[in-house]
């Protein structure tokens, strides 16, 4: 029997609109993020870097990428995505295969909404080994997601403060 696909239509996604534009990252966020992946064990580890095909994602992952290589880490995949895709089943095999200790997401669109719904669907993909930039710590991403496809995920405010995903709301704190 097959199960069903967790691809939300437009019509689910329309009751979170309008959804934020992702913005250029922020030298904080970009330090608190590398900060916070340190704080967690995950300092020189394997990450799995996942970004939208927006400029700004695409801006924020490449300057990850260059802070991790810079201190040593290893990306073990380096995946966009679209918008808008058949079931996203691609690229979340991308991100999770071979295992990352860690992923980070540089997004805040319906694509990512779409994808983490497949991660956690179709793979072992874990929300709480998960970090993003500002743009996708928005509780209206959360929400379209849907309960528990996000819980634990974490990450950097532009301003440098940290944000975590707690039963379904984004919670802000100065750190963890």
Not at 127 to 141: E, H, I
Not at 153 to 163: Q, S
Request: some cysteine; charged content about 25%.
């Amino acid at each position: 029997m097959n199960e069903p696909s967790p691809r939300l239509v437009a019509s689910d996604l329309s009751d979170y609109a309008p959804r934020p534009a992702a913005q250029p990252h922020t030298g904080r966020e970009l330090a608190r993020l590398l900060a916070l992946l340190a704080d967690c064990g995950f300092r020189g580890g394997s990450i799995a870097l996942g970004h939208g095909r927006d400029t700004a994602s695409k801006e924020a992952a490449t300057a990850f990428a260059d802070a991790w290589h810079g201190s040593g880490g290893l990306l073990t995949a380096v995946v966009d995505w679209p918008e808008d895709a058949a079931s996203w089943l691609r690229q979340a095999r991308r991100l999770t295969r071979p295992a990352p200790d860690a992923w980070v997401v540089a997004a805040a669109s319906a694509g990512w909404v779409q994808l983490s719904r497949r991660l956690r669907h179709s793979t072992d993909w874990d929300p709480r080994r998960t970090f993003g930039f500002a743009a996708a710590g928005d509780s209206r991403l959360v929400t379209a997601a849907g309960p528990g496809v996000l819980e634990g995920m974490r990450g950097a405010t532009a301003d440098g403060r940290v944000w975590t995903v707690r039963r379904g709301w984004v919670v802000e704190s100065d750190g963890e």
